[in-house]
């Protein structure tokens, strides 16, 4: 199973909507977001590629009932606070947005553990744990907008970027 990686979309809909298109594009059938949606409209277009969602939120989302009323519009949209636990293809995955509030025999007590909050993209193993961060959706801080897909059976990362001057911050 392929799964897509968000974190950090802070409201920036066409890149939200771009990675939706490129998790389609490649046969992503479930995606995790980290959190920091920001606001309800962050959610259409994920909703609108008919995906199955589970995320958590952020320190940025302020209207989250609004969140949750948006993405209760759709079969398969779950939205949680942070961190949530999620069990797929038989492993135990741990949705977080900061990291740093996570206990070390939580985060060992999943396979893999999806987190955001730095916008910085990275992969690391500790122990047994895979520990992704996909990075930023939105592109805001570090000049272009990142996301992830995970192969649950082989591990295997694939790191997108949004390049050209159509993400760039400028």
């Not at 890149?15 to 389609?24: G, M």
């Not at 590629?49 to 989302?61: E, H, T, Y």
Request: charged share 20%; glycine share 12%.
């Amino acid at each position: 199973m392929r799964v897509g990686l968000l974190a950090d979309t802070h409201d920036r809909v066409p890149a939200i909507a771009e990675f939706a298109r490129r998790f389609a594009d490649a046969g992503v059938g479930f995606v995790l977001h980290a959190g920091d949606w920001c606001a309800p409209f962050a959610v259409a277009p994920l909703r609108a590629a008919n995906v199955a969602v589970a995320g958590v939120f952020g320190r940025n989302d302020g209207d989250r009932q609004g969140l949750q009323a948006e993405a209760a519009k759709g079969l398969g949209f779950e939205l949680y606070e942070s961190p949530h636990s999620v069990e797929l293809v038989g492993l135990s995955i741990l949705v977080v947005h900061d990291i740093g509030e996570v206990q070390r025999r939580s985060l060992a007590a999943h396979a893999i553990v999806v987190h955001g909050c730095t916008h910085k993209q990275e992969m690391r193993v500790r122990g047994d744990t895979m520990i992704i961060n996909p990075g930023e959706a939105c592109g805001w801080l570090h000049g272009a907008p990142t996301a992830a897909i995970l192969d649950l059976e082989s591990r295997a990362l694939e790191v997108i970027r949004l390049e050209g001057p159509e993400w760039s911050r400028g």
